[in-house]
């Protein structure tokens, strides 16, 4: 399909079909999305004028049709050797990507911070259930503390306790041990509500209902023709936060008997699995929105309306097959918004704000996260 050319304004029905937001800083293809397996990757480029039609792309061909700013070769390239279209694969290359310095200081910096961040949440992450664990099969006699996760010795510990309550469960208590951890680790991206610092994706949800809030008000002070633009990214957000409020409550309820997750840990184990790619596939996309709404929102009125028109180009709809019954009437509705509101952008076609708009994508790499 390479070059071919959708007639309409485009409304994938799947994540899959929608692919994975790629955060390039070359700014033609910005709003571009990934999809697809190995040699058989695509790049979804939204019309850059913001009106009907979008390109499909093969991957491998991106550098000889555009041209791209060195990180987003070496991104390019890391996504290629990859393989892979998900939004947790697309972070990973990303945060390597972002650590060479390539998309300046500021996101070089921040991807050290997020990496050093991820392994410490990892840690609390596993302390966190287990001491969930031991006090739910223990009636409250037993504790872990944070110094059983931290060493070697305190691992072996924590193990030791754990049998002492495996036999609620008819588990041995080095394979109760073992479904602990593998479930913390499929935890990573959320966490868990108890974790007084919540990871990325807790964060992400709520930055987009701020997200939501913030623009929204905006639209009701505003009196240009932007204003019904930021109505529509309000709608859209807000839509987009509950449904993901939902599945953190489906993904959280496993914690809530833990002897029954863990009996049945490969039925949980699956099911937790997907409610948490599931939230990584609604919330891919908006951190580049958000951060761009964050900068915009001390600046004068000319440059919000400015920000409102070109984040309405690429709003990450949630497609129509992900949801149903009256979810489904809603998302069809804001597509029809949608089309009705997002006119051409006479820029993004010309370049003429290319030179400007590199310099603002750098700074807004370095503050999506």
């Known amino acids: ?123 609390l992450i596993q302390f966190s259930l287990l001491s969930e664990t031991v006090t739910q099969l223990s009636g409250g006699q037993l504790q872990i503390t944070l110094a059983h996760v931290q060493s070697e010795t305190g691992r072996q510990q924590a193990k030791l306790i754990l049998a002492r309550v495996a036999h609620k469960v008819n588990i041995e208590g080095n394979e109760l041990y073992a479904r602990i951890e593998a479930w913390s680790d499929l935890l990573g991206p959320i966490g868990t509500p108890k974790l007084t610092r919540a990871p990325r994706l807790r964060r992400m949800r709520q930055r987009i209902e701020e997200f939501a809030n913030s623009i929204g008000g905006w639209s009701e002070v505003d009196k240009s023709e932007h204003s019904p633009l930021g109505g529509l990214a309000s709608l859209v ?25 863990v009996t049945v840990w490969e039925k949980s184990q699956t099911e937790i699995a997907d409610a948490i790619e599931r939230i990584s596939w609604m919330l891919d996309g908006w951190d580049l929105l958000v951060a761009m709404w964050e900068d915009a929102v001390v ?71």
């Open 237 to 261: 957000a807000r839509e987009t936060a509950a449904l993901a409020a939902e599945t953190f409550a489906a993904a959280d309820s496993y914690l809530e008997k833990i002897d029954k997750t």
């Open 1 to 123: 399909m390479d070059g071919a050319v959708s007639k309409s304004f485009w409304a994938p029905p799947t994540f899959a079909e929608r692919g994975a937001s790629v955060p390039f800083t070359t700014p033609i293809i910005v709003g571009s999305r990934v999809r697809g397996h190995y040699d058989e990757l695509e790049l979804v480029v939204p019309n850059p004028s913001g009106a009907k039609g979008n390109y499909i792309l093969g991957w491998k061909s991106l550098p000889e049709v555009f041209s791209l700013t060195v990180h987003d070769r070496v991104l390019h390239r890391a996504l290629d050797e990859a393989g892979a279209s998900t939004p947790e694969a697309v972070r990973a290359a990303t945060m390597r990507t972002a650590a060479t310095g390539l998309a300046g200081p500021a996101a070089a910096k921040q991807a050290k911070t997020l990496l050093k961040e991820q392994e410490d949440f990892k840690l």
């Open 299 to 369: 600046k004068a009125p000319h440059e919000q309306q400015a920000v409102v028109q070109e984040l309405a180009r690429i709003l990450p709809i949630i497609p129509e097959e992900e949801v149903t019954g009256a979810r489904r009437d809603k998302i069809r509705e804001i597509g029809v918004q949608r089309r009705k509101l997002v006119k051409p952008m006479e820029d993004w076609v010309t370049g003429t704000i290319d030179a400007d708009l590199r310099t603002r994508l750098e700074k807004y790499k370095a503050k999506a996260a």
